[in-house]
């Protein structure tokens, strides 16, 4: 069974704070995300890695970068931190393969108040 | 842009009571669709997916949904539902071209024992 494994469950910040929120995932898959989830609004992308060192931008990158120097790790960093980055942060995980209905594997998610 | 629009925010309904919660989605080319399910505390799982193929596909616990390519809609159905699914419900569509996901803003469904 897939295990993506967030390093928080739950984070408290301060404003200006430089935020790390880890990511790592045990099954050798290509591809790795991060969204936010907030009321009303779904899950968002914030950025997303196919690749070890690769990176690009999902729809909502600012405020944000990520890090993704190992193929099982993708971390999501808050360069400074703000109040309206207070939210549920999730990362998930699919393998590349050759089945376009690859799903993606979520984690636990990281519940982090910025204050 | 690709958007996902699911009709209903929040669900009441008693136990048996027939469940079918909407999903419409914009894109004009080869899409993937998923409903994923959060129940309270855990983590997202997949519910059900199509691809390709019946139209109609089933899922886990006794979920199923219809793609309807000329509605652009891919609406979930449970004949019966029990407590037990209380839960949030995300409905997401994946572009082929680009292979992101763009998600739905959920549903909460709240079953009444």
């Known amino acids: 069974d897939v295990k993506v494994t967030q390093s928080s469950r739950y984070l408290v910040k301060r404003t200006g704070e430089k935020v790390f929120l880890e990511c790592v995932q045990d099954?050798?898959?290509?591809?790795m995300f991060w969204y936010r989830q907030d009321p009303g609004l779904g899950l968002r992308l914030i950025y997303f890695s196919y690749d070890v060192k690769m990176k690009e931008k999902g729809d909502i990158p600012e405020g944000y970068s990520v890090s993704r120097e190992k193929k099982e790790r993708f971390s999501l960093i808050l360069e400074s931190a703000s109040t309206n980055q207070t939210s549920m942060y999730l990362c998930?995980?699919?393998?590349?393969?050759?089945?376009?209905?690859?799903?993606?594997?979520f984690g636990d998610g990281t519940r982090l108040s910025i204050l | 842009a690709q958007s996902v629009s699911q009709h209903n925010h929040h669900v009441i309904l008693s136990e048996a009571a027939s469940l079918e919660l909407g999903c419409n989605y914009s894109y004009g080319g080869t899409v993937n669709l998923f409903w994923y399910v959060q129940y309270p505390g855990q983590h997202l799982q997949l519910l059900l997916k199509y691809f390709s193929g019946d139209p109609l596909v089933k899922g886990i616990k006794g979920f199923e949904a219809e793609f309807i390519k000329s509605k652009f809609s891919f609406n979930l159905r449970k004949p019966s539902v029990q407590w037990s699914d209380t839960a949030e419900y995300f409905c997401a569509v994946k572009s082929t071209n680009t292979g992101k996901l763009i998600f739905g803003q959920g549903t909460t469904l709240q079953v009444k024992p």
């Open positions: 099954m050798d898959h290509e591809n």
């Open positions: 998930a995980s699919s393998s590349r393969g050759a089945d376009p209905g690859q799903p993606q594997h």
